[in-house]
């Protein structure tokens, strides 16, 4: 069964505009990591939040994560055509020895 | 540094041919892990290696197999390609265990016809 889920499955808006990504797990879990997945291209680590964080920074990149709604959102601040993507939550249950991916939520950015 | 590769970048079998996708890492990563990704259905883990001379069975590992001989490389075989095997294969690795960021290779497109 899925441990991740992205919501939205996509989400279509102007440059320069926030995108907010949102992850649903299901089971208690160490880590949740993001991925990019450029078309056509492999999976490139964004950033990953540990079960004892709440929020993390990277550039453009703020992520949140409450464990006990067992939910994470991404947020892109000031985004750029080069954001359009899928993005993947990924994690892994407490225990486990492997991440489960989410279904993605593709970003489109217009200009 | 290269970081993952995967060969061949493409490949059409038809039914029940064999292949195997090799994947080759420089970063002295422990971990390696074969996934494969359909539309609408994310990534999937098929098998997964913990060290040289390990591997063990991800999600969904009927129809492949796996083998670490060297640390470096990760190969995935198929035995007798089915159409249900078309998918975009892409293998990863990660630092001491799967808690670490895994680094992706580019992918391989396999369809079988």
């Known amino acids: 069964s899925q441990q991740g889920e992205e919501d939205p499955q996509a989400l279509s808006i102007q440059e320069g505009e926030n995108a907010t990504m949102n992850c649903s797990y299901k089971?208690?879990?160490?880590?949740l990591q993001w991925y990019r997945q450029n078309s056509g291209r492999g999976l490139v680590h964004l950033i990953l939040?540990?079960?004892?964080?709440r929020e993390k920074h990277s550039g453009r990149l703020r992520v949140t994560l409450d464990t006990s709604k067992k939910s994470s959102s991404l947020l892109i601040t000031a985004s750029r055509a080069a954001d359009t993507a899928s993005y993947f939550c990924a994690t892994d249950a407490e225990g486990a020895q492997k991440l489960v991916f989410g279904q993605g939520t593709r970003l489109t950015i217009n200009p | 540094n290269a970081g993952v590769t995967q060969t061949p970048k493409f490949r059409v079998l038809k039914t029940g041919q064999s292949m195997t996708l090799l994947c080759a890492q420089d970063?002295?990563?422990?971990?390696m892990y074969w996934y494969r990704q359909d539309p609408g259905m994310g990534l999937r883990l098929i098998h997964y290696s913990v060290g040289e001379g390990t591997t063990a069975k991800g999600e969904v590992p009927d129809g492949y197999n796996v083998s670490r001989l060297k640390k470096q490389n990760f190969l995935l075989g198929l035995e007798s390609a089915a159409p249900s095997q078309t998918s975009v294969y892409f293998c990863?690795?990660?630092?001491?265990?799967?808690?670490?960021?895994?680094?992706f290779g580019p992918g391989t497109r396999l369809t079988v016809t």
């Open positions: 990863a690795s990660s630092y001491l265990q799967q808690n670490y960021e895994q680094y």
């Open positions: 970063m002295n990563h422990e971990y």
């Open positions: 939040i540990r079960s004892n964080e």
């Open positions: 089971t208690s879990i160490n880590n």
